[in-house]
């Protein structure tokens, strides 16, 4: 379903004319459905490339394909859903999550049925008429992802979505996007430093090498859902994984360096 071929991207440095390579010809297929995750060390570009799928940064070279046609922009058929929540602190949970539907001007019967359908499958319901400085950390990201979900996303894309939060509402989160997986049909993309959470989740899980990104390796897990975290063929994917995880970012993973002289920076005082 989702095609990445030979996709490149590098970024200009210091508004000069170096740029610093940062994916390097890309290659990778999604089938629909599958939930894939990335992992790699950071700076080494998940979140470009995640980027790239959204349709908010364009690659210089290659291209992405979705159901055979070329991204060219954003779609409502692709949404992200990314680590900081980034909810109007204004607007209650209903209209934090209405707000998609009320610009595609959606009629005020389907976005109501729609919007208590997202609310109840994220478990919020009773917190409608809340604004997110009520909520907790995880409530706000399942306000984030009943978001997302309300528009009837056909792929979804996850940056790091509960990275910032404390590992039992993690792994109630995990739960739940599972459950969902279920209930719904969509394609995910999800990235993470979390191997643990990779292998939880995951069809399959893409390990990138940095500076600039490369394939490292592709792990398929068919393992039954649900996962057992103790399972010895749970462990040992896992360990698989964080093995080669710590191989590619010994490797020069991490955020590239740039080339050329180093400008002193170590002697710059913090702002
Ligand atoms: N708009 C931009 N302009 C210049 N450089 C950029 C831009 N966006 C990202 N970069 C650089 O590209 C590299 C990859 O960034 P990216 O955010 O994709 O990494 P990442 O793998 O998601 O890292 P992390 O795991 O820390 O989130 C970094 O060195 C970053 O500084
Ligand atoms: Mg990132």
């Not at 954003?74 to 909810?87: E, G, I, K, M």
Request: some cysteine; proline content about 5%.
């Amino acid at each position: 379903m989702i095609e990445i071929k030979n996709v490149s991207k590098s970024f200009p440095q210091n508004y000069q004319d170096e740029h610093l390579s940062i994916l390097n010809q890309i290659s990778l297929d999604i089938r629909e459905k599958e939930f894939v995750s990335l992992v790699g060390p950071s700076g080494c570009g998940k979140s470009t490339l995640l980027r790239i799928l959204a349709g908010l940064l364009k690659p210089d070279e290659g291209d992405v394909f979705v159901d055979g046609k070329r991204i060219e922009g954003p779609d409502s058929s692709r949404f992200v859903v990314f680590q900081d929540y980034v909810l109007f602190p204004w607007m209650t949970v209903w209209n934090n999550i209405a707000l998609g539907l009320k610009v595609k001007k959606y009629k005020k019967e389907e976005l109501h049925r729609k919007v208590s359908w997202a609310v109840e499958l994220v478990n919020l319901k009773g917190f409608e008429k809340s604004y997110p400085h009520q909520l907790s950390g995880g409530m706000k990201q399942r306000v984030a992802i009943a978001r997302a979900l309300v528009m009837n996303p056909e792929i979804l894309l996850m940056d790091e979505p509960f990275g910032a939060l404390d590992s039992f509402t993690r792994m109630k989160l995990q739960d739940e996007l599972v459950s969902l997986c279920r209930k719904k049909d969509f394609t995910t993309v999800f990235v993470t430093h979390d191997c643990d959470e990779a292998v939880y989740l995951s069809d399959k899980v893409v390990v990138f090498s940095g500076s600039p990104a490369q394939i490292r390796e592709i792990v398929d897990i068919d393992l039954p859902r649900p996962r057992d975290r103790t399972s010895p063929e749970f462990i040992g994917i896992r360990n698989h994984i964080l093995n080669v995880s710590c191989a590619a970012g010994a490797e020069g993973g991490g955020t590239p360096e740039k080339n050329g002289e180093d400008e002193g920076l170590s002697n710059e005082k913090p702002i």
